[in-house]
């Protein structure tokens, strides 16, 4: 055993490894998933590659069963350690479907005020793993310019994209201009949101935007969907 192993195997004694899914103790640290939600991870369809709105774009996930859970854990629950874990998926994912290069990861953030209100901003957190996992670099491109009604409390897709609409600015120019952006979130619905973060950047000059998003979408009805106990 050498020692950086020591040292892992001494970390994993005092603070157990937990699967970043569904939260259970594993008993090593791994790749941070155990094998039970190894093997129901509901990977998205070809995936989950589309034209949103002009702009490429790819998804790892649905947002169903044990992804569900995990988002909602690292969203409410202050797990931050999972992100590291949901971000190499990214990472992987991105670097799979998409032939056009990138070479800067950034994010679409949340409000300021409720990145406040929470600690942290989950899709900085995903992006930063992501970044760390390609070996580029992260940086922050976008801010929140208004607090808009929550996406979630609208239906219908209209709607949510003139919610969204000038709800993103650029942050600093330098970091936008002449770069091929990978534009990280945790899960997208319409695409409203993310497609608007990707055309203020290209506004901004950025030279091209692909998207990322860890999840979104369900299942077809009937499929099953194994849930796990979740770990908060
Ligand atoms: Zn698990």
């Not at 793993?129 to 979630?152: D, E, G, H, I």
Request: charge should be positive; hydrophobic fraction near 40%.
């Amino acid at each position: 055993m050498d020692g950086k192993e020591w040292v892992h195997t001494a970390l994993d004694l005092f603070f157990p490894p937990r699967c970043a899914f569904c939260g259970g103790l594993m008993e090593q640290s791994g790749n941070g998933v155990c094998a039970a939600c190894e093997s129901v991870l509901p990977y998205k369809k070809d995936g989950g590659v589309s034209d949103l709105n002009g702009f490429p774009s790819a998804v790892v996930f649905y947002y169903d069963g044990v992804i569900q859970d995990g988002i909602h854990a690292l969203k409410f629950g202050r797990k931050s350690w999972r992100a590291e874990v949901f971000g190499r998926y990214i990472a992987e994912h991105a670097a799979a479907c998409f032939s056009e290069p990138f070479d800067t990861v950034t994010f679409v953030p949340v409000h300021f005020k409720r990145s406040i209100e929470r600690g942290f901003d989950q899709a900085q957190l995903l992006a930063r793993s992501a970044a760390k996992t390609l070996r580029l670099p992260m940086l922050r491109t976008l801010r929140k310019a208004r607090s808009n009604l929550p996406q979630s409390t609208l239906n219908d897709p209209d709607q949510r994209r003139e919610n969204v609409k000038n709800a993103y600015r650029p942050f600093r120019p330098a970091h936008i201009r002449g770069r091929r952006l990978l534009l990280v979130d945790d899960v997208i619905t319409t695409g409203s949101t993310i497609t608007a973060g990707a055309a203020a950047l290209l506004d901004a000059g950025a030279k091209s935007v692909v998207c990322v998003s860890l999840a979104g979408g369900h299942r077809e009805r009937g499929a099953s969907i194994m849930r796990e106990s979740v770990v908060y």
